[in-house]
């Protein structure tokens, strides 16, 4: 009897520890959920702030960045590496031009400039730009009543002047006055009195108008220009209306730059 009642207070006494340790741990556990939880809605709330922050950054970007590429033969870019099923391209059948999923071939030709074979970029249709998240429809665009069959020269003060959505554009160069023709000099490219480019470092310009149309299905005006120089510099530029800063009617939002065949 005696022993029965020293093992009573013992017994209770370990049952009492016990439930403490289990009261215990299970508020740990609960703290260390409730503590996760906290961790995963903040962890959420910076991503979602950084992801706001991106997203306004871009807006607000200064520099805008397609990539895109023309039919050409490339030295140092590998246009297999940029390409694939998810761009579109600009192509021109008969009289029309379309806005389509691009359709390309890529093969390797000998090159004499570098004394190696080059990458060469094809369009299996009559293409003008491949082009990467383009932000339109796909069908039928409209372009410039310009012959791109023809090579189409900008040239410093002479005049590119055509037709787009009812409206005439003027496309011309201006070349900054040297008094030593032998001197490179800075070059501006004006669209309807507006500066849209600028090239420095020029000795000879005589730039290419590669494509004139509606390219980001905006309804307006769009231009891929090659500003290449008499050094076989191959520096071709994609204008958007879509991306355009107020009171100008393009912006710059990409560039190609590589070598010509010399």
Same mark, same amino acid.
């Given at each position: 009897?005696?022993?029965?009642? @020293?093992?009573?207070? @013992?017994?209770?006494?370990?049952?009492?520890?016990?439930?403490?340790?289990?009261?215990?741990?299970?508020?740990?556990?609960?703290?260390?959920?409730?503590?996760?939880?906290?961790?995963?809605?903040?962890?959420?709330?910076?991503?979602?702030?950084?992801? #706001?922050?991106?997203?306004?950054?871009?807006? #607000?970007?200064?520099?805008?960045?397609?990539?895109?590429?023309?039919?050409?033969?490339?030295?140092?870019?590998?246009?297999?590496?940029?390409?694939?099923?998810?761009?579109?391209?600009?192509?021109?059948?008969?009289?029309?031009?379309?806005?389509?999923?691009?359709?390309?071939? %890529?093969?390797?030709?000998?090159?004499?400039?570098?004394?190696?074979?080059?990458?060469?970029?094809?369009?299996?249709?009559?293409?003008?730009?491949?082009?990467?998240?383009?932000?339109?429809?796909?069908?039928?665009?409209?372009?410039?009543?310009?012959?791109?069959?023809?090579?189409?020269?900008?040239?410093?003060?002479?005049?590119?002047?055509?037709?787009?959505?009812?409206?005439?554009? #003027?496309?011309?160069?201006?070349?900054?006055?040297?008094?030593?023709?032998?001197?490179?000099?800075?070059?501006?490219?004006? %669209?309807?009195?507006?500066?849209?480019?600028?090239?420095?470092?020029?000795?000879?310009?005589?730039?290419?108008? @590669?494509?004139?149309?509606?390219?980001?299905?905006?309804?307006?005006?769009?231009?891929?220009?090659?500003?290449?120089?008499?050094?076989?510099?191959?520096?071709?530029?994609?204008? @958007?209306?879509?991306?355009?800063?107020?009171?100008?009617?393009?912006?710059?939002?990409?560039?190609?730059?590589?070598?010509?065949?010399?």
């Amino acid at each position: 009897m005696r022993i029965a009642l @020293l093992i009573f207070p @013992l017994l209770v006494f370990s049952l009492l520890f016990s439930c403490s340790d289990m009261k215990s741990a299970k508020s740990d556990q609960e703290i260390s959920v409730s503590s996760k939880d906290n961790a995963d809605s903040m962890e959420t709330d910076t991503m979602e702030s950084n992801r #706001n922050h991106l997203h306004v950054s871009s807006q #607000n970007s200064k520099s805008l960045n397609y990539k895109f590429l023309v039919p050409a033969h490339y030295h140092y870019i590998n246009p297999g590496r940029m390409i694939d099923s998810s761009w579109v391209e600009i192509y021109q059948k008969g009289k029309k031009f379309y806005r389509a999923k691009a359709q390309y071939t %890529l093969k390797r030709r000998w090159s004499d400039y570098i004394g190696d074979t080059a990458n060469v970029l094809y369009g299996k249709r009559k293409a003008f730009l491949f082009v990467n998240h383009l932000p339109a429809k796909l069908g039928e665009i409209e372009a410039a009543n310009l012959n791109f069959d023809e090579y189409i020269t900008l040239r410093p003060n002479e005049v590119c002047s055509f037709m787009f959505g009812g409206k005439r554009y #003027n496309l011309e160069i201006k070349k900054e006055k040297k008094k030593d023709d032998s001197v490179p000099f800075t070059c501006f490219t004006l %669209l309807n009195g507006k500066q849209i480019a600028k090239r420095t470092k020029v000795f000879e310009a005589a730039f290419e108008l @590669l494509f004139a149309g509606d390219i980001d299905g905006d309804g307006k005006l769009d231009l891929v220009i090659d500003f290449r120089s008499d050094t076989g510099e191959f520096k071709v530029v994609l204008f @958007l209306s879509s991306c355009a800063l107020p009171g100008q009617p393009v912006r710059q939002v990409g560039e190609i730059d590589d070598q010509y065949d010399c």
